[in-house]
């Protein structure tokens, strides 16, 4: 498995990959599907603001995607970022969610990063698992915050420090 710095030609991969956990999980609490223009606007937005789009390469084929980006948007937050992170799903449970987290782990750490961000919805037990085994540790729950499926869900705050 390759991990790589994503381009325009990975974007239908990643607009598939977005669109179906917005569909079919709570991985993402938006319900409304996006276009091509609007993951080409993202990924650019990305870039200009220096932080890393990888994918997961697996056969010639984007298995994954990772990204971080600003925490919060005030000046005070600057050193502190919020992660991403969505698998193929017809290859979950493979490894590409390791590796693409190791890899953004890695960047943010040579770019001087101070603290990453991870949001996760309560009972996604696989990725706050995942989350643990890297190094992050828990710093809060909110019950109840978001819906969807017409459910409420709680979201679950971890942290990973660099200079701990």
């Given at each position: 498995?390759?991990?790589?710095?994503?381009?325009?030609?990975d974007?239908?991969?990643?607009l598939?990959?977005?669109?179906?956990?917005?569909?079919h999980?709570?991985?993402?609490?938006?319900?409304?599907?996006?276009?091509?223009?609007?993951?080409k606007?993202?990924?650019e937005?990305?870039?200009?603001?220096?932080?890393?789009?990888?994918?997961?390469?697996?056969?010639?084929?984007?298995?994954?995607?990772?990204s971080?980006?600003?925490?919060?948007?005030?000046?005070?937050?600057?050193?502190?970022?919020?992660h991403?992170?969505?698998?193929?799903?017809?290859?979950?449970?493979a490894?590409?969610?390791?590796?693409?987290?190791e890899?953004l782990?890695?960047?943010?750490?040579?770019?001087?990063?101070?603290?990453m961000?991870a949001?996760?919805e309560?009972?996604?037990?696989?990725?706050?698992?995942l989350h643990?085994?890297?190094?992050?540790f828990?710093?809060?729950?909110?019950?109840?915050?978001?819906?969807?499926f017409?459910?409420?869900?709680?979201?679950?705050?971890m942290q990973?420090?660099?200079?701990?």
């Amino acid at each position: 498995m390759l991990i790589r710095d994503a381009g325009a030609a990975d974007l239908p991969a990643i607009l598939e990959i977005y669109n179906d956990a917005v569909l079919h999980s709570t991985a993402i609490w938006n319900e409304i599907l996006v276009d091509l223009e609007n993951r080409k606007s993202w990924l650019e937005t990305r870039h200009a603001r220096g932080f890393p789009v990888l994918v997961a390469e697996q056969d010639g084929t984007v298995i994954g995607y990772a990204s971080y980006g600003d925490w919060r948007p005030f000046d005070g937050y600057r050193h502190t970022v919020e992660h991403s992170v969505y698998v193929h799903k017809d290859c979950r449970g493979a490894g590409a969610g390791r590796l693409l987290m190791e890899a953004l782990l890695a960047h943010a750490r040579q770019a001087g990063v101070h603290a990453m961000i991870a949001a996760i919805e309560g009972d996604n037990k696989a990725s706050i698992a995942l989350h643990e085994r890297l190094g992050f540790f828990h710093t809060g729950r909110y019950p109840e915050v978001g819906t969807k499926f017409g459910l409420w869900l709680d979201l679950v705050t971890m942290q990973y420090r660099f200079d701990a």
